[in-house]
């Protein structure tokens, strides 16, 4: 046990602030491309669901198809679950359509079909397509059609304010350095909630044609490695090979901004020969080796709301971090809402895991070795075999994730919420479960079942999508609220694209040029 996450623990009691339930707050982002009997569908997005540019809880990711879930902030775990049950369930009410519950999508044959999301014509909305355009050219449209879920969190200002206090230091520094802390021991212990939650050992034939890879074939129509939990995450997934450089470390703002302003500000040679027009047409915003801040990959970001307009990146030099994003959470196939409270307590559990535990800098040579775990946990996490590196010696995966659980359990003493605190204890010895036995995992299953069922990766999850849709619909539940929403952002809209603005070259100018 580390005597520092002991003392951390110690410390918030001494604050009077040791359920950390109380004093956090969460947002879930959930992805899903809209289907049709196991194909892509081709519909714009739905009229009912509202503009996806000014409607804040449905929008779209990269295609038209590709549907974003959006609930809002909430400091209560179960009305932030409620949310996201309410929208699924207005969605599926609304359409003929299903969603497809897997973060890899369906075969899709041919990429230039893939519908491209739209925003309408006002400047906003073409700067949202356009980075869209931009990434079809970098990465392909295929690699834009995986799925997740995105969970944002923070911790209430109690928190470091009594913390900042005790220890001598201002808020707004102290608040800075402790969430790059959470953000470092995130990423050196991500390849956990990889294992846990990965559930993607598989890909369509489709989904890999023209990309080289390491994968076997499972069936006519699929491919697979037998010990792999995430393949979205790798380099099939969200994986960029031109982004590989970038070493981010996460130890300091200011260091994570001027790496941020580098990859914003830098031009990538691949990208820099494409250009940004064709026949006068923008194919991309620029020729830097990330187009805007977004386009960063990685499992975990520092963020802050920002106003219409507003740099992420300013927002964060002038104001600080305000939340974590994490992005490294595949959708749960087997659930029809893709996260289940037990794997968000968990979650959120780790992540106060990480902000307590003892934590250094980050050097390029740790560096490499998050990144190999990554990559291995990706590529053969269920392997029993396989070893992990790390600054203190080489673990084997199962070893390392069983320490780390223990010393999670210790938190049990401070959550005060019994109704919390059993799922919590349930959520704990699950995920100790998939440890001893990598069968029990989302991705062991998943490929067992689609083994002995003798079935194809679309067929397999088209039956499911249906089971989904029509469990959800048993719910009957009141969302006039977001009918109304939806109906108000069609009005919002029709404004946006009723402005005079300026012309798009003078507005994106002036936009890309805004970083400080």
Known sequence: MSNKFLN??????????????KISQRGIEKENLRSNNSSISLEPHPKVYGSSLTNSRITTDFSEALIELVTGPNKDLN?????????????????DEDFWPASIPMSIEDEATIPIADYGNSNSGRLKKLYR?????????????????????????????QWAKKEGEKLREFKDKKYLSLVRNFRRNAWLITYLFGCSPIVPKAFAKGREHSLKELNSKDLYLENATCLRMGELGYISKS????????????????????ALTTDHPRYKTLGTKVNDEYIQLNTAIIQIENEYYSSIRPKRLVASGERPINALRDKG??????????????????????????????????????????????????????????????????????KDGSFFLRDKATRIIN????????????????????????????????NKTPSGKL??????????????????????????????????????????????????????????????AEYLSAIE
């Open 8 to 21: 951390s623990l110690e410390d918030l009691d001494s604050l009077n602030l040791s359920d950390f339930i």
């Open 447 to 508: 490929l067992k079942e689609i083994i002995s069922s003798d079935t194809t990766w679309d067929k397999f999850t088209d039956d499911i999508a249906k089971r989904h849709k029509e469990e959800i619909l048993k719910l009957k539940r009141e969302v006039h609220y977001l009918e109304k929403q939806a109906s108000e952002s069609l009005k919002e809209f029709s404004r946006k694209e009723a402005e005079e603005e300026k012309d798009f070259d003078s507005f994106l």
């Open 243 to 262: 982004q590989d450089n970038l070493n981010i470390a996460y130890n300091n703002l200011e260091e994570y901004l001027a790496d941020l302003k580098k």
């Open 133 to 161: 355009v931009g990434l079809s050219h970098r990465y392909g449209s295929m690699m834009q059609t995986v799925s997740g879920i995105h969970y944002n969190f923070s911790f209430d200002d109690r928190l470091f304010e």
């Open 407 to 438: 010393e999670m359990s210790y938190l049990e003493s401070r959550i005060d919420n019994q109704e919390y605190k059993t799922i919590f204890k349930k959520s704990l010895e699950t995920q100790q479960n998939k440890v001893n036995d990598s």
């Open 321 to 390: 971090i305000e939340y974590v994003e994490i992005r490294a959470l595949d959708n749960n196939i087997y659930d029809p809402f893709g996260i289940s409270d037990e794997t968000a307590i968990f979650l959120e559990s780790f992540l106060f895991y990480c902000l307590l535990s003892e934590d250094q800098p980050c050097e390029q040579d740790e560096i490499r070795k998050i990144q190999s775990n990554w990559g291995n946990v990706v590529l053969s996490g269920r392997d029993e075999d396989l070893k992990l590196e790390f």
């Open 79 to 95: 009305n932030c679950l409620k949310e996201l049950e309410d929208i699924v369930y207005f969605c599926l009410k609304n359409t």
